[in-house]
């Protein structure tokens, strides 16, 4: 069965530091990966999305950027953390565009 | 661009009573994909229900199941028989392709069961 493994589950960093998420995927190949981010009390957003090893489409202009070195691991990561960018950090896989996503258990970042 | 909108940010019933969550969204596809996703206290997203467009019949999973009204734009999620553990937050989404892969979530609504 297919499983996919997100870490770290928290994170406290300051602001101007360095970020990296790593989310790896495990009994698949090639799958489609995503990058979302929830604000509190909102729903998700997508940031990122990729469907092969260094393909990366950005859905939204911001502090963040990602990378998938293999097939089945997703990088987000920030030169310089914001205030702005505190929130929970989802990632997701799926095996094609119109099949069901599935998402990771989170990266609760906080920015001080 | 596809919008997705919940319009009941909390919900609460008793246990083993019948809720419907509503949503609405708009898409200029004729192809699309929706789907109702869980998220209970532990913050993971939870597949509860999927629904092609071009399929008329209405998906079922247990206890849940979806009326889908296309030519209205909207989908609502109905639980029967409501449990403890379906406290949590509902997300409608959509899928409907184009340029831009990834879902579009709504605003969620916060489901509370009281026993």
């Known amino acids: 069965s297919q499983t996919i493994h997100q870490w770290p589950a928290t994170l406290v960093q300051p602001v101007g530091s360095p970020l990296s998420l790593e989310c790896t995927v495990e009994?698949?190949?090639?799958?489609?990966l995503y990058w979302y981010r929830q604000a509190a009390g909102r729903g998700l957003q997508l940031l990122f999305y990729s469907v092969g090893i260094g393909q990366i489409s950005s859905e939204v202009p911001q502090n963040l950027s990602a990378s998938r070195p293999q097939d089945r691991q997703f990088i987000l990561s920030s030169k310089k953390l914001l205030l702005s960018d505190s929130g929970f950090y989802l990632c997701?896989?799926?095996?094609?565009?119109?099949?069901?996503?599935?998402f990771g258990d989170g990266t609760r970042l906080s920015i001080l | 661009a596809q919008t997705v909108t919940q319009s009941q940010p909390e919900m609460s019933v008793q246990e083993a009573e019948t809720v419907t969550l509503s949503c609405t969204y708009d898409?200029?596809?004729?192809?699309?994909?929706l789907f109702w996703y869980k998220q209970p206290p532990s913050r993971q997203m939870i597949l509860v229900i999927r629904q092609e467009a071009y399929k008329q019949q209405n998906a079922t999973e247990n206890r849940f199941s979806v009326n889908f009204q296309k030519a209205a734009k909207s989908f609502s999620l109905k639980i029967s028989d409501s449990q403890l553990g379906d406290t949590a937050m509902y997300f409608c989404?959509?899928?409907?392709?184009?340029?831009?892969?990834?879902?579009?979530f709504g605003k969620g609504t916060h489901l509370i069961i009281q026993p």
């Open positions: 989404a959509s899928y409907s392709g184009g340029g831009a892969d990834g879902l579009t």
């Open positions: 997701a896989w799926s095996s094609d565009r119109y099949q069901p996503q599935h």
């Open positions: 898409t200029s596809e004729n192809n699309y994909y």
């Open positions: 009994g698949t190949s090639n799958p489609n």
